[in-house]
């Protein structure tokens, strides 16, 4: 894991630079045209330059190679994610999911292939579900987690649980993340472990 320092972050709409703590979570905050999508991006900026490596999630290019994405995935992969959405809502129901799509039982376990199947089916916001848990999947050695508008396509049910279900299945990398949602900012306050954790930077 990087060691945490002070740094500082200039981007074009600010004066004054921005002091980034580089703790374990960082959460970014503000307006639409505050800036965020610009720090998150100074950050990668400064990582490219020590030859840090990192992962990133972008909202709206995300869905784009969807079906792509899922089809490459490794059996552990899609294993493990359908493990972790399962335990993420207790809505979720894979098996059901199936005996709906084909009219028969389906197990997940012994079939990854059917269940590529099955997640290419997922809507909006469980395809995002899927890809925010296979980018940090597929870059094991990946020391940040840039994600740039979390809450895109997610239930409000989904957005107060998403911080603690990232610092969770992503405990390996330093997590950094943007959004304009009172939900998904508040959720990290609930958590105490990962209050202490964060640093929250507000435009």
């Not at 005996?99 to 469980?126: I, M, P, T």
């Not at 020391?143 to 809450?151: A, H, L, T």
Request: aromatic share 10%; proline share 4%.
């Amino acid at each position: 894991m990087i060691q945490t320092e002070k740094i500082n972050l200039y981007i074009p709409c600010k004066d004054d630079p921005i002091e980034w703590e580089n703790n374990d979570f960082t959460v970014i905050i503000g307006m639409n045209g505050s800036g965020k999508t610009l720090t998150l991006n100074a950050m990668k900026e400064y990582c490219l330059e020590r030859n840090i490596s990192y992962c990133d999630y972008h909202a709206p290019s995300a869905l784009k190679d969807y079906e792509n994405r899922i089809s490459a995935a490794t059996p552990d992969n899609i294993l493990f994610t359908i493990k972790a959405l399962t335990m993420f809502s207790q809505d979720l129901d894979i098996d059901i999911w199936a005996q709906h799509r084909y009219g028969r039982d389906f197990d997940f376990l012994s079939d990854h292939e059917l269940a590529k199947e099955v997640l290419v089916l997922a809507g909006n916001g469980y395809s995002r579900m899927v890809l925010l848990i296979l980018n940090a999947l597929e870059r094991p050695q990946a020391s940040y987690y840039f994600i740039d508008g979390i809450e895109a396509s997610l239930h409000i049910t989904a957005l107060s649980h998403i911080v603690p279900f990232m610092v969770r299945f992503v405990p390996d990398k330093k997590i950094v993340l943007t959004t304009r949602s009172p939900e998904v900012f508040n959720s990290y306050l609930t958590d105490q472990k990962i209050h202490n954790l964060c640093q929250v930077i507000s435009l």
